[in-house]
């Protein structure tokens, strides 16, 4: 069964070259932005380590030693 959590809107201010740089590697890679920047604060909370080691793990931070 798939879970499905609830969401927040949360509208956020980009330079317009990195909103540009931003969507050029969102349609190269065939992703939508959301998804980008959603990992992207993922991957950053991982690495302040609010995520178990699992989650950094998917996430593809290292683990400190």
Same mark, same amino acid.
């Not at 990992?39 to 609010?50: G, P, S, T």
């Given at each position: 069964?798939? =879970? &499905?959590?609830?969401?927040?809107?949360?509208?956020?201010?980009?330079? $317009? $070259?990195? /909103?540009?740089? %931003? @969507? $050029? &590697?969102?349609? @190269?890679?065939?992703?939508? =932005?959301?998804?980008?920047?959603? /990992?992207?604060? @993922?991957? $950053?909370?991982? !690495? %302040? !380590?609010?995520?178990?080691?699992?989650? *950094? *793990?998917? %996430?593809? &931070? *290292? @683990?400190? &030693?």
């Amino acid at each position: 069964m798939l =879970m &499905v959590s609830e969401t927040v809107l949360i509208a956020i201010r980009f330079q $317009e $070259e990195d /909103r540009d740089l %931003l @969507k $050029e &590697v969102c349609e @190269k890679r065939g992703e939508d =932005m959301s998804s980008f920047i959603r /990992r992207a604060v @993922k991957r $950053e909370l991982a !690495n %302040l !380590n609010y995520y178990p080691d699992a989650t *950094k *793990k998917a %996430l593809g &931070v *290292k @683990k400190e &030693v």
